[in-house]
């Protein structure tokens, strides 16, 4: 049989499309060598996001009396919180599974190599198809540096069952700040280190320099503009070393934990099809289209954005072109968050940027201290702010640091779908309380 589309990886970019797909009549094959639902599922946003849910818990608890409540010997079982987030996983991949449960899809397990154009080997058993769409990911990257070894990755730190008494986070950018929070607010006493001069170095400034604020009065020791050279074992765990300011400095912790970001994972026999393979990963077109028109590549594994809502929208995008019809989402518009306490998102263009292109630009922020819900709720940290442009009065970019951050950015990305102005948001009637008032309130300002 040859399928209409075969799909390499069955995470939230492959099995989102490879149920659309056979939602519009198409004949699927979708291959996996591990477990259904890829990283983001099985080691990524759903077990992190887990462990931030009792993360935010525990914080409310440490913030306990300023509710009126006292609470003393508490005691806290990582391994309950590890138990409940794998059965989330659980959960969630038996629901992919009924999904992919459909007689227009075929799941075949195994390790897939690309043949040619309209081939490819699923454990030595050639499969053909009109279309192949590689959406296989990416993995944990390494520094080069003595003693890389010693550092766990994401993967295997979402695997401990029992906390370690302290732990060095090398790298400030998402991954390593959601860890961060999440073991300090186990008790864990942690330290990061983040080569760049602020954390989260894609985010604004403002809004980045706002959460490290936040958690560093929490107790979360953050190093910035330090560049790690080793880590060594010692007799207690590690020793990290690192320069700041021209000094050598070291940090001495229980376990190490390196998350410097992520590299693609490309599939046997794509760089001998012809298909260019960059630093970034597997070059490809606005229309997901590598070098070889067949064969598409989405995701984290093309590198132009490593979300996995972003892997779902390349998806669609390429499930377009297959059928001839043009893309209808605008993948310039992508939210990306941080579930750290608070919460942090972003969309569209940061301060820095606009700088950077020369754009007249206005910007505004507001603060939620002065939000009833959030002065309500005893979660007064952060702000948001707002980018316009001054001759089309067009949203370029929000940022927000504060309570359900993530949530609030997608009035912000509707708006910028929409091309709404910032007078349309400023005109929209928001509920009261509620924390999207504070998104109003900024854009009275312009």
């Known amino acids: 049989m040859k399928y209409d589309i075969l799909i390499i990886g069955a995470g939230p970019g492959g099995y989102e499309m490879a149920a659309e797909a056979a939602h519009r009549g198409l004949n699927v094959a979708i291959v996996e060598r591990g477990e259904l639902g890829g990283t983001c599922l099985n080691r990524g946003c759903i077990p992190t996001k887990a462990l931030c849910r009792n993360a935010e818990v525990l914080n409310l608890l440490h913030d306990a009396e300023a509710f009126g409540v006292s609470i003393s010997g508490m005691e806290v079982d990582y391994a309950k919180a590890v138990e409940r987030k794998d059965a989330v996983v659980t959960q969630l991949r038996d629901g992919i ?32 198809a009109q279309n192949i769409v590689i959406a296989t990911g990416s993995a944990p990257k390494a520094l080069p540096i003595e003693g890389a070894e010693f550092a766990m990755t994401s993967d295997e730190i979402l695997a401990m069952t029992t906390l370690p008494k302290s732990l060095c986070v090398i790298g400030g950018g998402v991954i390593g700040m959601e860890f961060a929070g999440i073991f300090s607010s186990f008790g864990v006493e942690v330290s990061v280190v983040e080569f760049c001069k602020e954390i989260l170095p894609p985010f604004d400034k403002d809004v980045a320099k ?38 050598e400095q070291a940090i001495e912790c229980e376990a190490v934990l390196m998350a410097v970001g992520r590299k693609p994972v490309i599939p046997e026999g794509v760089e001998a099809l012809g298909i ?98 959030a002065l309500a709720m005893g979660e007064t940290e952060g702000l948001v702010k707002i980018i316009v442009d001054n001759a089309t009065r067009q949203i370029l970019g929000c940022h927000i640091c504060g309570p359900h951050a993530a949530d609030l950015i997608q009035e912000v990305v509707m708006a910028m779908n929409a091309e709404a102005t910032i007078d349309t948001l400023a005109s929209s009637i928001h509920g009261h309380p509620t924390l999207s008032e504070v998104i109003l309130t900024t854009a009275h300002q312009f």
């Open 97 to 128: 599974g009924m999904l992919l449960n459909n007689p227009q899809i075929t799941v075949m397990q195994g390790e897939a190599k690309l043949i040619d154009a309209h081939t490819v080997s699923v454990g030595g058993e050639n499969v053909e």
């Open 276 to 373: 260019e393979v960059s630093r970034r990963g597997i070059e490809v077109n606005d229309n997901m289209q590598t070098a070889v028109p067949s064969i598409y590549a989405i995701g984290d594994v093309n590198g132009r954005c490593m979300l996995a809502h972003a892997a779902t929208a390349h998806g669609m995008c390429a499930l377009s072109t297959i059928e001839g019809k043009p893309c209808a989402m605008k993948l310039n518009i992508v939210p990306s968050a941080v579930f750290t306490t608070p919460e942090m998102s972003m969309v569209g263009l940061t301060e820095e940027q606009c700088k950077t292109q020369e754009l007249d630009v206005t910007v505004k922020k507001g603060m939620f201290r002065s939000n009833g819900k």
């Open 210 to 247: 706002r959460l490290r604020t936040v958690m560093g009065k929490r107790g979360v020791d953050i190093k910035v503009g330090a560049g790690v050279k080793s880590i060594a074992k010692n007799e207690n765990g590690y020793t990290v070393t690192y320069e700041a300011k021209g000094k």
